[in-house]
């Protein structure tokens, strides 16, 4: 990450979560997923760990969003859950500015979560092998990114 660069702790307005609450979370769903499927097909994701994943139901809420996504992982693909018809196997919650520091690695899920800024709940095991496997991801570079006007 750059280090001139730092994602600030915020949290968006109660009524920003008011209103994403009541919009369609298929989007989200869908995106998700599709980021997660991204990363299967670029080889991310440690293989010998997804085993493990089968058939499990995880969701991600965004807290001062009101935004969630519900997901599971069956026959090599990260699937959509548009109805969850039982409580998540592991389950994270987080305001917005967290998920952006987990992403940008400016802060690790053990810190979040010690701050009281990410909820975890769920299967403990589950959620720790999750956590090793996003810590192995090697993403690239914010600085590294091309930008208009950068050369």
């Known amino acids: 990450m750059n280090p001139n660069f730092t994602i600030p702790r915020f949290r968006l307005p109660d009524f920003v979560a008011g209103i994403g609450q ?3 979370q298929w989007p989200h769903t869908l ?3 599709g980021a997660l499927n991204a990363a299967l ?3 991310l994701l440690p293989e010998s760990e997804l085993t ?3 058939d499990k139901l995880f969701r991600v809420r965004v807290l001062d969003t009101g935004g969630e996504a519900c997901y599971t992982y069956r026959d090599g ?3 959509p859950v548009f109805r969850a ?3 998540p196997d592991l389950a994270f919650a987080a305001n917005l500015s967290a998920y952006l520091q987990l992403l940008s690695r400016q802060e690790d899920p053990d ?3 010690f701050n009281r800024e990410l909820e975890i709940t769920g299967d403990t095991e589950l959620g720790l092998i999750v956590k090793n496997m996003l810590d192995a991801i090697e993403l690239p570079s914010l600085s590294r990114l091309p930008l208009p006007g950068r050369q």
């Open 77 to 79: 693909l990260f699937r």
């Open 41 to 43: 097909k670029l080889k």
């Open 52 to 54: 493990v994943l089968e």
């Open 31 to 33: 995106v998700l997923v």
């Open 85 to 87: 018809q039982r409580e």
């Open 111 to 113: 810190t979040l979560f």
């Open 22 to 24: 009541k919009l369609p």
